[in-house]
């Protein structure tokens, strides 16, 4: 009786391992997955910064992404697995927040073996700060591009010279308003435009979020007519976001980082939504096309808005930053919202529609010109129009440093 105790006792504990019952696991199942399983295929992969990103897309109607908890190596060690539904064909990650976490995040997942991501439409869905120019507390924006707007020279603001409205200046250059001479290739990536508007287009079918709270909140903002937009109930919107380590707020770092995000892309960009991760997530998926392993055409970035970016006439830049921000829980809400329907469309018209991509009728990639193409913003493409060598070096008509070139 004592071997057959035992034995029970022994089974128990290897079905708890192979569960892996320990911490918030117990919710969901583990599958681990090795380089000899069939590879994960995902047709969309939702990725997030946060926890409450993340679980804005848990226990929903429409798809379960925890069906199965696959653990990916090199993911934040906060967040340490991704979630797919039953068959793989919608996943979700959080990458953790600030450019760092994203961009290493990213990298995995991007050369994990676990994954064939080469049709897999890239969902990155966030909250974020919002100009009250553009678009209001609730709102949910589709961005065709990402500026690294921060990536400047910076004087503290006591300290600028004379006659500078700001303490940015661009890399390179010797005063604000006058184009980078020195680029390190991720201060702008151009999404593609044809596949925003599908994404627009579906998620205008949904009915965004918004409550009491939120409606007090904007219309200190009404009297402004330049704030218009803020005034409005939240609503689908394409306009372009800014990247920036720093979590900003103020009127007059607003005014400097939308003068960046035209001046980057050539006046082609409009300034709309404030967050830590875009560039770098963009950064690490390039990388993988270049490897061959995504498909950059394939990646759609939206972001909710849960706070303005500049604060309401009257309001201190501090009480905007350290005050109620009370679109923060519409803004998760919409994320689910106005995602769902992207999703959802992406998958049902699979075949007819989204499997062997959406054609570009704009560039795609980088500053650099790195998958091939002319960049119609900075200087033109590094490499010629032709896609980037892995010994590609590096030209010195790209700005001087101290005198030497990079």
Known sequence: MAVWALTLVLLCWVVLLTQGLSGT??????????????KITPRVFIVGMFEDEGSAWHNISEFNVLEHNITVPGLSPRFPSVHCTLTGTICQLVAGEGEINAAASLTALALSPLFDLTKTYFLIAGIAGVSPRMATLGSATFARFAVQVALQYEFDARERPPGFPTGYVPQGASAPGEYPRTLYGTEVFELNDALRQRALAMARTAALADDAPSQAYRAHYAARPEFAAAARPPGVAACDTATADTFWTGALLAAAFENATRLFTNGSAAYCTAQQEDNAALGALLRGARAGRVDFARVIVMRTASDFDRPFPGQSAAANLFGDTPGFGIALTNVRTAGVPVVMGIVARWEEEFEAGVEPRNYVGDIYGSLG??????????????????????SSRWGARAGKAD
Do not use: C, N
């Not at 696991?25 to 069939?38: G, K, M, N, Y």
């Open 25 to 38: 696991a117990t919710a969901f199942p583990l599958q681990r997955w090795d380089e000899t399983s069939t």
């Open 373 to 394: 193409g002319a960049p119609d913003f900075g200087p033109g493409s590094l490499f010629g129009g032709r896609k980037a060598l892995v010994e590609q070096r590096r």
